[in-house]
T-cell receptor
Framework: DAKTTQPNSMESNEEEPVHLPCNHS???????IHWYRQLPSQGPEYVIH???SNVNNRMASLAIAEDRKSSTLILHRATLRDAAVYYC????????????FGTGTSLTVIP | EAGVAQSPRYKIIEKRQSVAFWCNPI?????LYWYQQILGQGPKLLIQ????????DSQLPKDRFSAERLKGVDSTLKIQPAKLEDSAVYLC????????????FGNGTRLTVT
């Protein structure tokens, strides 16, 4: 399983954009980049995933570097409900590949 | 759609006792996972099922942990006998398949071993 590196914690002001970085220098050509988040006392929830191109959905945007060795999850306007631990995960598309979670980034949103 | 259901929500047992957790995945989801999350850490995969067959149980401590998924739907995870270090949240997740389908997690069972 390819390894990802994320900052342990980040802070953001409410209603400001948030950029959560993830380094994955050993990513393979078939690994997809997935982001999940875990709110307090809940199980993780899916946020977004991508392979090479930038991706947008209703929750967030995913910006992937051209060499794919890093990516950034962008929350366009942080709310207090976005305070969570954010996990960046690499996963191949095949059956034998698993979702391995690291320790993630704990995001604090300041009112 | 109904989410992944887990029970019980909390469980307190003494060491050397046994405990079982139950999971009902989202209807139609072929793949089911059990994760262990120790306080301050990310979830750690214990076992993955595809329908009622095991795909990966390489990180399951088989001397004390067991899991089954009868008829490819509900699943139970058992610990016997429990140790203090088993105190954690046990999360169940399901997905449509083993490829790129996102995981849907339940809210977990918090186990405290005293």
């Amino acid at each position: 399983d390819a390894k990802t590196t994320q900052p342990n914690s980040m802070e953001s002001n409410e209603e400001e954009p948030v950029h959560l970085p993830c380094n994955h220098s050993t990513i393979s050509g078939t690994d997809y980049i997935h982001w999940y988040r875990q709110l307090p006392s809940q199980g993780p929830e899916y946020v977004i995933h991508g392979l090479t191109s930038n991706v947008n959905n209703r929750m967030a945007s995913l910006a992937i570097a051209e060499d794919r060795k890093s990516s950034t999850l962008i929350l366009h306007r942080a709310t207090l409900r976005d305070a969570a631990v954010y996990y960046c995960i690499l996963k191949g598309s095949g059956t034998g590949n698993q979702f391995y979670f690291g320790t993630g980034t704990s995001l604090t949103v300041i009112p | 759609e109904a989410g992944v259901a887990q029970s019980p929500r909390y469980k307190i047992i003494e060491k050397r006792q046994s405990v079982a957790f139950w999971c009902n995945p989202i209807s139609g989801h072929a793949t089911l996972y059990w994760y262990q999350q120790i306080l301050g850490q990310g979830p750690k995969l214990l076992i993955q099922f595809q329908n009622n067959g095991v795909v990966d149980d390489s990180q399951l401590p088989k001397d004390r942990f067991s899991a089954e998924r009868l008829k490819g739907v509900d699943s139970t995870l058992k610990i016997q006998p429990a140790k203090l270090e088993d105190s954690a949240v046990y999360l169940c997740a399901s997905s449509l398949d083993t490829g790129l389908s996102p995981l849907h997690f339940g809210n977990g069972t918090r186990l405290t071993v005293t």
